[in-house]
């Protein structure tokens, strides 16, 4: 049985909003972000080279997340760090963040890109080589405000690349009939078939439930799959395992990646019409159940003889 070694991190308001506000946001960023549909841009300091890390997301959409969701100062978590970019959002917005990852080369790259040297916040990112399965042992009990995280794509990696999505000689790249799986650990959810990969992603979040704040949000970016001539919804693997863990469902936002994919090959032409999955992921928000209202019966008491 795992024994508790939290951390010492601080998870308290560094702001002057007032209680029972979400965030730190201001009203015209709110009303930009109900509308779910995003679309970011990569900056510099993004990793782009396969080679460091197959599955990276910009900087701007941690930052966006982070800015919705919480306040300067509180504790983000990434229970699948990989290459550290969400502790970087969490660095440029001045709140604490923690990332766990099964590999200590992922670990050694996030940690390095929110390295003390060049941190002038008031708070700490740091990642740690270490199970999701163990992280309500390493964090305090109520003490996280929001989860933003892009798991492995279930087994989605584990195969040789084909490319089908990229036009012409574009296919011959680099990347081509190659496997870009994180890892073959087997605790690497990056080599589960769907339905096992939702039973650990309900395994993983139902047991890491304490740790979070009563109004804490849980942000989970996935895509769905083409595999073996199917279409295999990852989106709602995730939903089904994360309402079997306990919590609701509240929100859909869609990360247009239009801007980012060029050069886009003719998928199925002209017989089998298939939507480009390389073109928009999913963003699935959940929250903790509301509190269970109880109710006291009082019973009449009995007229004296």
Same mark, same amino acid.
């Given at each position: 049985?795992?024994?508790?070694?939290?951390?010492?991190?601080?998870?308290? $308001?560094?702001?002057?909003?007032?209680?029972?506000?979400?965030?730190?946001?201001?009203?015209?960023?709110?009303?930009?972000?109900?509308?779910?549909?995003?679309?970011?841009?990569?900056?510099?300091?993004?990793?782009?080279?396969?080679?460091?890390?197959?599955?990276?997301?910009?900087?701007?959409?941690?930052?966006?997340?982070?800015?919705?969701?919480?306040?300067?100062?509180?504790?983000?978590?990434?229970?699948?760090?990989?290459?550290?970019?969400?502790?970087?959002?969490?660095?440029?917005?001045?709140?604490?963040?923690?990332?766990?990852?099964?590999?200590?080369?992922?670990?050694?790259?996030?940690?390095?890109?929110?390295?003390?040297?060049?941190?002038?916040?008031?708070?700490?990112?740091?990642?740690?080589?270490?199970?999701?399965?163990?992280?309500?042992?390493?964090?305090?009990?109520?003490?996280?405000?929001?989860?933003?995280?892009?798991?492995?794509?279930?087994?989605?990696?584990?195969?040789?690349?084909?490319?089908? %999505? $990229?036009?012409?000689?574009?296919?011959?790249?680099?990347?081509?009939?190659?496997?870009?799986?994180?890892?073959?650990?087997? $605790?690497?959810?990056?080599?589960?078939?769907?339905?096992?990969?939702?039973?650990?992603?309900?395994?993983?979040?139902?047991?890491?439930?304490?740790?979070?704040?009563?109004?804490?949000?849980?942000?989970?970016?996935?895509?769905?799959?083409?595999?073996?001539?199917?279409?295999?919804?990852?989106?709602?693997?995730?939903?089904?395992?994360?309402?079997?863990?306990?919590?609701?469902?509240?929100?859909?936002?869609?990360?247009?990646?239009?801007?980012?994919?060029?050069?886009?090959?003719?998928?199925?032409?002209?017989? %089998?019409?298939?939507?480009?999955?390389?073109?928009?992921?999913?963003?699935?928000?959940?929250?903790?159940?509301?509190?269970?209202?109880?109710?006291?019966?009082?019973?009449?008491?009995?007229?004296?003889?």
């Amino acid at each position: 049985m795992p024994t508790t070694d939290f951390i010492e991190i601080e998870h308290t $308001r560094l702001c002057d909003c007032k209680e029972g506000l979400l965030s730190c946001i201001a009203a015209k960023d709110w009303m930009k972000n109900q509308i779910g549909v995003w679309q970011f841009n990569y900056e510099p300091r993004d990793i782009r080279d396969k080679k460091v890390h197959p599955a990276v997301f910009p900087i701007a959409m941690a930052k966006r997340v982070i800015e919705q969701f919480t306040h300067k100062g509180e504790l983000v978590l990434d229970p699948f760090v990989g290459s550290g970019t969400t502790l970087l959002a969490a660095q440029d917005l001045d709140r604490n963040a923690v990332g766990f990852d099964l590999q200590q080369e992922y670990v050694d790259l996030a940690n390095a890109r929110v390295s003390t040297l060049f941190a002038k916040g008031r708070c700490k990112q740091l990642a740690l080589c270490e199970d999701a399965r163990n992280i309500q042992n390493r964090i305090a009990p109520g003490t996280v405000k929001l989860v933003f995280t892009s798991p492995p794509y279930a087994n989605m990696l584990n195969r040789k690349r084909k490319n089908k %999505s $990229r036009r012409g000689d574009l296919r011959q790249n680099e990347q081509f009939d190659q496997i870009e799986q994180y890892s073959q650990d087997p $605790r690497d959810l990056g080599t589960l078939a769907a339905n096992d990969f939702e039973k650990a992603i309900a395994e993983i979040f139902r047991a890491m439930m304490p740790v979070f704040e009563p109004k804490a949000h849980i942000l989970i970016n996935i895509t769905d799959a083409w595999m073996d001539g199917e279409r295999v919804p990852l989106h709602i693997n995730i939903i089904h395992a994360m309402c079997s863990a306990g919590y609701q469902f509240r929100n859909t936002i869609i990360w247009d990646r239009r801007n980012l994919v060029n050069n886009i090959g003719i998928f199925g032409w002209p017989s %089998s019409y298939i939507t480009m999955g390389t073109t928009f992921e999913y963003l699935l928000d959940f929250t903790l159940p509301p509190p269970q209202k109880t109710t006291v019966k009082i019973q009449k008491q009995k007229d004296a003889p």
